[in-house]
């Protein structure tokens, strides 16, 4: 998501820089006032955290590990003014010291990164914390900052280049939820950890997500069937191009095509499909959890 | 005779700004431009093979659209977005030889970015080798115990790395109370502006106008 220079186009770069500067100054004001001065060293080490924390691998499925961004931690931590003033601090050094990120292109890394993604982590996780929900809130923050910072960087790229196509765009879509769902997980799991260290959990009960977790499945299950292509998947259209296909299976698949047949409606066909894949992986995955011992789970 | 590091951080955006202007496809406008960062990198002090291969790191970014580029048969296009990110950190990388972080960040406060900001980059700067290297032995002392399949000692050691980071950031606090410390941090060099920085900043404004609308 860093942008390097030499991408961006200078109307880009110009409206964005304008936008970054005006939210930077005012979140230093804000954050100034907000934050005692003494806490500077606080905001300081805990930038220095967010370097060091991406050491820090999380296995997330068979050979891949990703790390924690930082953003939404921040944000639920010592709030969005000063985690906004904190993320800009990272990526001045990333650009300045580690060539992560352009110099110039720091006016949209900012404001992508720094400014949208500390307040979209932000909101969600203060709303839910109202309603006693702060996980879910944090989750959901994080998803949606890194998410909608990608896409953004994506579309700032994009309009800057014109050499993105539909089908890209797709793919890069696919790949931010999939990020975003594993900063969500990783944010998660580090704020539960804080919390156990620092015995606020203690005479909390916890309660369980996995009812919130399938709905919100479901949700983008339903949602995503007005988006799907009609296109075929790539390994199709190979198959088509090389005229391997064939229309032979060995056994009569329950529902071919991710379509119940039995549904006249088209949209239903394919969305009562999907709810009862999910259904069915949500069951297994619950099932499994419950009689997979805890300690082999980890 | 070393330039004032505002100078050098001026002219180092001007010169991005020339670039980011410059139409994609244009690509002899930008070879001209790229002449700049070439001489400057013969001319000074710096370990030359060591940068030329440093801002190569850029290319894994820059490569996927060029990439896209190429697939939609704009080689020049492709070529174009390629050189341009190359020579920017090039250009990036160079300044940062001749000038420190330090002084940059020093810089930035001085034209005019929030003293606040800057204060917390400094810290965050103070600080980053020394929480590596804690997260460092912590990640072996985990990878030890089998954290290479378990999230759960994953997640304990961020917790436990955020928990010394806000421990030790109380302890910074109370040792720079007792040493005076208001808010602001003091300035031992403060930076001098002399009349070879303005010449400087004149002549190479000058010349980067020049060789991208003069050319």
Redesign the interface.
């Known amino acids: 998501m860093?942008?390097?220079?030499?991408?961006?186009?200078?109307p880009i770069?110009a409206s964005f820089g304008a936008a970054s500067s005006l939210g930077?100054?005012y979140s230093?004001?804000k954050?100034?006032a907000t934050t005692l001065?003494?806490?500077?060293?606080?905001?300081?080490?805990?930038?220095?955290?967010v370097?060091?924390?991406q050491?820090?691998?999380?296995?997330v499925g068979p050979g891949a590990s990703g790390h924690?961004l930082g953003g939404a931690?921040l944000a639920a931590?010592i709030g969005p003014w000063a985690a906004s003033?904190?993320m800009?601090?990272?990526l001045?050094?990333q650009?300045?010291?580690f060539?992560d990120g352009?110099?110039?292109a720091l006016a949209a890394n900012v404001f992508n990164m720094a400014i949208l993604g500390v307040w979209l982590a932000w909101l969600p996780f203060r709303a839910l914390s109202k309603i006693n929900q702060p996980r879910l809130g944090l989750f959901l923050g994080a998803l949606l900052s890194v998410l909608l910072s990608a896409v953004l960087a994506l579309a700032q790229?994009s309009l800057s280049?014109?050499?993105?196509?539909q089908g890209?765009w797709v793919f890069c879509l696919g790949l931010f939820i999939v990020t975003g769902a594993i900063e969500g997980f990783?944010t998660l799991?580090?704020w539960?950890?804080?919390e156990?260290?620092?015995g606020r959990a203690s005479g909390q009960t916890r309660k369980p997500m996995h009812l919130a977790i399938l709905a919100a499945s479901i949700a983008i299950m339903l949602i995503g069937v007005f988006f799907a292509s009609g296109a075929p998947d790539v390994l199709e259209y190979f198959q088509t191009q090389a005229g391997i296909s064939s229309s032979a299976t060995p056994f009569p698949a329950l529902m071919p095509d991710y379509e119940w047949a039995n549904l006249n409606v088209e949209w239903l066909r394919k969305s009562s499909a999907g709810a009862l894949g999910l259904l069915a992986a949500f069951a297994i995955s619950f099932l499994i959890s419950k009689f997979v011992p805890r300690g082999q789970q980890? | 005779m070393k330039l004032d590091p505002r100078c050098a951080l001026l002219l180092l955006l001007s010169y991005l700004i020339a670039l980011a202007s410059i139409q994609p496809g244009a690509n002899r406008l930008l070879l001209t431009l790229c002449a700049l960062p070439v001489v400057l990198l013969f001319l000074s002090p710096v370990p030359r093979a060591e940068l030329l291969a440093q801002a190569a790191y850029v290319l894994p970014f820059s490569f996927a659209i060029a990439a896209v580029a190429l697939l939609r048969g704009n080689t020049a296009q492709a070529v174009f977005f390629l050189l341009r990110s190359y020579i920017s950190i090039l250009a990036v990388l160079i300044t940062t030889k001749l000038a420190t972080t330090l002084e940059l960040l020093r810089a930035m406060e001085r034209l005019g970015a929030p003293r606040f900001l800057i204060v917390v980059c400094e810290f965050v700067i103070r600080y980053i080798e020394v929480l590596r290297k804690e997260a460092d032995s912590m990640r072996l002392a985990a990878l030890c115990r089998g954290a290479a399949q378990s999230k759960l000692i994953a997640a304990s050691s961020l917790g436990m790395l955020f928990v010394r980071s806000l421990e030790r950031s109380t302890g910074i606090h109370n040792a720079m109370l007792a040493r005076g410390f208001n808010g602001s941090l003091p300035r031992a060099y403060p930076m001098q502006w002399r009349l070879a920085d303005t010449v400087a900043l004149a002549i190479g404004i000058a010349g980067i106008a020049t060789l991208r609308w003069a050319a």
């Open positions: 860093h942008i390097p220079d030499g991408i961006l186009s200078a770069l930077v100054i230093a004001r954050a100034e001065a003494h806490r500077i060293p606080l905001l300081g080490v805990l930038g220095a955290f370097f060091a924390a050491m820090v691998n999380f296995p924690l931690l931590t003033i904190t800009t601090a990272i001045i050094i650009a300045l010291m060539q352009g110099v110039l790229v280049s014109r050499v993105m196509t890209l990783i799991a580090a539960e950890a804080i156990r260290l620092e980890d």
